[in-house]
């Protein structure tokens, strides 16, 4: 069974501080592997990954996959309270079901002025 | 530039009541995904299909559950005899036909079904 997890579960920081979220994965036919940022509403996309070791940059909010030792992390430098939210690290699988998603359970950032 | 469109955005049901929630894609996107959060977990998947087809079901209860994507219309979840344990956020989400595309999955604002 495809299985994500995420780590640490919960994190609080205050503005300015610079957090990295950690996604493993242990997935058959890997596809790619997305970052989403989740307030009370519905998940936002922020990155897709399908190349190891290219890192994708929007604004202060980065990322890189690691193919070979299975995980990825995001990092979010300079925070603000407007970055609380829950992170989503899913990962896609090819064979029979191309779309399919397993998302991990989540990362709870909190950013405190 | 509308995205996915979910509605009702909130519905309660008593148990033993049917819960439909319908979802309508992206323009121009022909895939669409239904997962299910669960209060305290990570989003689950449920369904995946493609117009009038069903690609990949393996994540849906066998009993009471069922969903559809016609040619014309948006796709329904449909939720027969409504239990407790069905209260959960319902998010659908679309992606658009190229395969490279398959997993760039944009989600709607999700139903909430509360079952009374």
């Known amino acids: 069974e495809d299985k994500v997890v995420q780590s640490p579960l919960s994190l609080v920081v205050h503005e300015g501080d610079t957090v990295t979220l950690n996604c493993s994965y242990e997935v058959t036919n890997f596809r790619s592997l997305l970052w989403y940022k989740q307030e009370k509403k519905a998940p936002t996309f922020l990155f897709m990954l399908?190349?190891?070791?290219i890192e994708k940059k929007s604004g202060r909010l980065s990322s890189i996959l690691d193919k070979k030792e299975l995980f990825s992390i995001l990092n979010i430098t300079a925070t603000q309270t407007g970055d609380s939210a829950v992170y989503l690290c899913?990962?896609?699988?090819?064979?029979?079901?191309?779309?399919?998603?397993?998302f991990g359970q989540g990362t709870i950032l909190t950013v405190h002025p | 530039n509308a995205g996915v469109m979910q509605n009702p955005r909130h519905l309660v049901r008593r148990r033993g009541q049917e819960a439909r929630l319908r979802c309508s894609p992206v323009k121009g996107h022909s895939h669409v995904y239904w997962y299910r959060q669960l209060p305290e977990e990570g989003l689950k998947f449920m369904v995946y299909l493609q117009k009038e087809n069903i690609i990949d079901e393996s994540g849906m209860p066998k009993e009471r559950f069922s969903a559809e994507f016609p040619k014309e219309g948006p796709s329904i979840l449909r939720i027969q005899q409504v239990v407790r344990g069905d209260s959960a956020a319902y998010f659908c989400?679309?992606?658009?036909?190229?395969?490279?595309?398959?997993?760039?999955?944009?989600f709607g604002p999700g139903t909430r079904l509360t079952v009374l």
């Open positions: 899913a990962v896609g699988s090819g064979g029979t079901s191309y779309g399919k998603l397993t």
């Open positions: 399908t190349s190891s070791g």
């Open positions: 989400a679309s992606s658009a036909t190229d395969r490279g595309s398959y997993n760039e999955q944009f």
